[in-house]
């Protein structure tokens, strides 16, 4: 039978039914909120299934809205079934005082290393990682550079003037 | 049928045949002899047999390539050994953009050079950062080395590349050879924190 999103919607929220809200499918994939507690076991529940089969995780990311409090810091993991192909959008979200979000890394062996890059650029602390420390940027740096509050432009430069580049 | 023959037929003569010849320093010259000074022949050496290391990162490392091949011959001047040993290598040609995490490696690599080291930096990444004014790109490779060429461009056109390596031999035929004892030298080298 064809894996469509009405399948797969149903299958989650008989499951999780509480935890998950903001459906949507913008270009027709389907994407939805969870609780930062259930991250882990919606994951494992995905991945298990034989009917759903999401075993293959793209994409692991993070977000800084700062307008959304209480759930500023948002980690997005894209999940991939290679057998039916269809793909998947799952969103959890984190206050900026306590990123503390649980790791995937025991599911997907490739959530090391995204983890340790959003770690780096937004700080949102994986719990249970084994090895987290900064992937891109240097080790020194004290700052997380990719939240809004940060300018993308280094501040050491004193030549340029801010008239004729836009800063 | 064979078609006959179209291009290339005059014979050409010596003068034409575009090869070149390094000029000769000034000196007396007899039967059997030439003298000059030492700093001129020296140089004249240095200059004709730059091994360059090319530290390559991004685009302007394409151009460089592009630099070394046929068409537009790096080989011409001399360079035609490239080593990617810092130990064997004259000039250090930093091409591309250099992230603030490479900065150590690019000053390992320079300290690793052994005396006398010319860098030249190819292209406006490796000048001074580029189009790239952010928290992880480093502002220009004389941030961590001394430098002693700047080809702007993005990326340069090869011959922009070799006009860069034309005013690097300049500086290696016209340096005196007790430049790196000096203490200027030593004083530029401890601005960087290097001994």
């Known amino acids: ?167 | 049928m064979s078609r006959p023959v179209r291009f290339n037929i005059k014979e050409k003569s010596t003068q034409d045949k575009g090869i070149n010849m390094v000029d000769m320093p000034e000196g007396h010259s007899g039967e059997g002899f030439f003298a000059t000074s030492l700093d001129k022949v020296i140089g004249l050496a240095r200059k004709n047999s730059i091994w360059p290391l090319p530290f390559a990162t991004s685009c302007c490392g394409i151009e460089f390539m592009a630099t070394i091949a046929s068409h537009y011959d790096l080989g011409r001047f001399g360079a035609e050994r490239v080593g990617f040993s810092p130990r064997q290598c004259d000039l250090l040609m930093v091409m591309g953009t250099i992230a603030k995490k490479m900065g150590p490696v690019v000053k390992q690599v320079y300290l690793q050079m052994a005396e006398p080291r010319w860098v030249i930096a190819v292209g406006a990444c490796a000048s001074s950062g580029g189009v790239f004014d952010t928290y992880s790109v480093l502002q220009g490779i004389d941030q961590v080395v001394p430098v002693d060429v700047y080809v702007p461009g993005c990326p340069p056109r090869p011959e922009a590349i070799l006009d860069g390596f034309m005013k690097i031999q300049e500086l290696v035929q016209n340096e005196s050879l007790r430049r790196r004892n000096g203490t200027q030298y030593k004083a530029l080298l401890d601005s960087y924190g290097i001994q």
């Open chain 1, 1 to 167: 039978m064809q894996l469509t999103n009405e399948i797969i919607r149903n299958r989650l929220t008989e499951k999780f039914g509480e935890s998950l809200t903001e459906w949507a499918e913008p270009h027709s994939l389907l994407t939805f909120t969870a609780l930062r507690e259930d991250n882990l076991k919606i994951l494992t529940f995905l991945y298990d299934d034989d009917a759903l089969g999401f075993r293959f995780l793209t994409d692991l990311t993070g977000i800084h809205y700062p307008d959304r409090k209480g759930g500023e810091l948002g980690v997005i993991y894209h999940l991939h079934n290679l057998v039916s192909n269809v793909r998947l959008r799952m969103k959890v979200f984190a206050p900026v005082e306590k990123p503390d979000v649980y790791t995937a890394t025991g599911l997907f062996a490739s959530a090391n290393w995204m983890e340790r890059e959003t770690y780096d650029f937004f700080g949102v602390n994986f719990v249970g990682h084994p090895n987290l420390k900064r992937i891109l940027n240097v080790d020194e740096m004290d700052y997380f550079p990719l939240r809004k509050e940060y300018p993308l432009e280094d501040q050491s430069r004193t030549d340029k003037d801010d008239a004729m580049f836009g800063r």
